[in-house]
């Protein structure tokens, strides 16, 4: 699991939060006040152990990334989605799966090219997108799933 270490704005203390918890208003450890995330979030790495348990708990639409890290276009991706993770944070939570690495979600989810992103809702798959998007496009579809 990968962590995040946002320094807190009142206290100055560091702290150290799992990637799948920055959407959960974390509070400082030290003087719990609430930590301002924003410009440390970064899409949330998950796996085959954790994935489907995640899409369906999460309170926010989920856009999950499955790439695979000798693919090209999945390179070019990586950059657009670290800024659409901290633009869309509070709306929409961005996510990976490395697919050479998590045989078990890409066959279930049936993932024939990388990249692929799927959206989910309540747990439930509502778009799709394969290849390597516009960036535009992308960005419209978050703001209207940001919306619906
Ligand atoms: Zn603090």
Same mark, same amino acid.
């Given at each position: ?5 946002? *320094? ?14 920055? !959407?959960? !208003? ?12 924003? %410009? ?12 489907? %348990?995640?899409?369906? *708990?999460? *309170? ?6 499955? @790439? %695979? ?18 633009? @869309?944070? !509070? ?48 960005? *419209?579809?978050?703001?209207? @799933?940001?919306?619906?």
């Amino acid at each position: 699991m990968a962590t995040i270490v946002i *320094s807190c704005a009142a206290c100055g203390g560091k702290n150290r939060i799992p990637d799948t918890k920055q !959407h959960l !208003h974390p509070k400082c450890g030290k003087c719990k006040a609430p930590l301002v995330v924003d %410009s440390f979030v970064v899409p949330v790495e998950l796996f085959d152990a954790n994935m489907d %348990s995640f899409v369906k *708990s999460a *309170s926010l639409p989920v856009l999950v990334d499955f @790439f %695979s890290p000798t693919c090209g276009p999945c390179k070019t991706l990586a950059p657009l989605l670290r800024n659409l993770a901290k633009k @869309f944070h !509070h709306k929409i939570i961005i996510a990976t799966v490395d697919t050479s690495t998590n045989p078990g979600c890409s066959a279930f989810y049936k993932i024939r090219g990388v990249p692929t992103l799927i959206f989910f809702k309540n747990g439930t798959v509502v778009d799709q997108i394969v290849g390597l998007p516009e960036p535009a496009m992308l960005e *419209s579809k978050l703001v209207y @799933f940001a919306k619906k």
